[in-house]
């Protein structure tokens, strides 16, 4: 069966840090690329990170530059998102998604990805 299922949300207090796992099933990983984007109450979904098939090369938003680390491990067909120095506006759902395998290199198009996952909830709160 096609499918990515996000795991690894939870509550953290600002400053500390979470992993977020993705592992697909139904695909070979290393043929396509990774997504990570996140959704706030009230605002519209937005692309976070991005990882190339073979991890040769990632983008990430302005907004999580220098805090966030995509990675992945094709022998598990897992994607991560290390999440360190967290604030309270990274507080969202956060999903993956992979990347179509004629991926054009807009990363943080919504319509470059064609599997998604269900969604894990990240809360940064004191």
């Known amino acids: 069966q096609l499918q990515v299922v996000e795991s690894g949300g939870g509550l953290v207090q600002p400053g500390g840090s979470l992993r977020l796992s993705c592992t697909g099933s139904g695909f070979r990983p290393e043929y396509y690329g990774w997504g990570w984007f996140r959704q706030a109450p009230g605002k519209e979904r937005e692309a976070v990170s991005w990882?190339?098939?073979?991890?040769?090369?990632?983008m990430y938003a302005d907004s999580v530059k220098d805090r966030f680390t995509i990675s992945r491990d094709d022998a598990k067909t897992t994607a991560y998102l290390q999440m360190n120095s967290l604030k309270p506006e990274d507080t969202a759902i956060y999903y993956c998604a992979r990347a179509k395998g004629w991926f054009s290199g807009y990363w943080n198009s919504e319509s470059e990805y064609d599997v998604w996952g269900q969604g894990t909830q990240v809360t940064v709160s004191s």
């Open positions: 990882i190339s098939n073979r991890g040769g090369a990632t």
